[in-house]
């Protein structure tokens, strides 16, 4: 199967500073997403992104599937960012729907 | 609002003990998914339904298994919990096939926690 390698393993950021976060991918995928589970342990969905570039507020997102790779971005994190982020794919060759996690970046920020 | 929903948030059991987690979904999705995430750990796929077919991944143990009675419900049977199956159970959904929209995309529920005592 795939391997999806995430990094950093984690993050410690100050209140208001950005960050990026890597999701590199041994194999071509599609179906892309990134999700960030809270505290409490609920996966949320940030973006779908297969190829591209996405906004959503402070977040955003790039894929460059030729490359194997997907970034996040936060700008101007708030300690609601606070949690861990993790990316998944699903590789092309595939038969049926698995997606396939990385191992997540934990990140932390502090007031 | 459409989401998916995991009943209860918290479940003890005892070792040994059948123990049945239940989720249901509004988005009329075709695809349900049961995860098992242990501490520090990313998801892994334990199985799931494309519409009434069941999909096992090759390792899941045999310990686990699934019901799908309709669209909206899918429920995770344990039938013996050992202490090594403590984890976070979640489930989740993706409209799939000739469904347009949203197309693969999978929605989560908050989980289930799981301990064994």
């Known amino acids: 199967g795939i391997q999806v390698e995430q990094s950093p393993p984690d993050l410690i950021l100050q209140e208001g500073a950005n960050s990026t976060l890597r999701c590199n991918f041994s194999?071509?995928?599609?179906?892309l997403q990134w999700f960030h589970q809270n505290p409490w342990g609920q996966l949320i969905n940030l973006f779908y992104i297969p190829s591209g570039t996405k906004q959503n507020g402070r977040l955003s997102a790039t894929t460059v599937a030729t490359e194997r790779y997907s970034l996040l971005y936060i700008s101007s994190s708030q300690t609601t960012d606070s949690g861990v982020y993790f990316c998944a794919g699903r590789m092309i060759k595939a038969a049926g729907n698995k997606l396939t996690f990385g191992g997540g970046t934990r990140v932390l920020v502090k007031p | 609002d459409a989401m998916v929903i995991q009943n209860p948030r918290y479940q003890v059991t005892q070792f040994g003990k059948p123990v049945t987690l239940s989720c249901s979904q509004t988005?009329?999705?075709?695809?349900m998914y049961w995860y098992q995430q242990k501490s520090s750990q990313a998801p892994k796929l334990l199985f799931h339904y494309y519409d009434k077919d069941f999909n096992n991944e090759a390792d899941t143990p045999d310990n686990f298994q699934s019901r799908r009675p309709n669209t909206s419900f899918c429920f995770l049977d344990i039938r013996s919990p050992g202490l090594g199956d403590a984890a976070m159970y979640l489930c989740?959904?993706?409209?799939?096939?000739?469904?347009?929209?949203?197309?693969?995309?999978?929605?989560f529920g908050a989980g289930t926690r799981l301990s064994v005592l």
């Open positions: 988005l009329n999705h075709n695809v």
């Open positions: 989740a959904t993706s409209a799939s096939g000739g469904q347009l929209v949203a197309k693969n995309i999978q929605y």
């Open positions: 194999d071509s995928v599609n179906n």
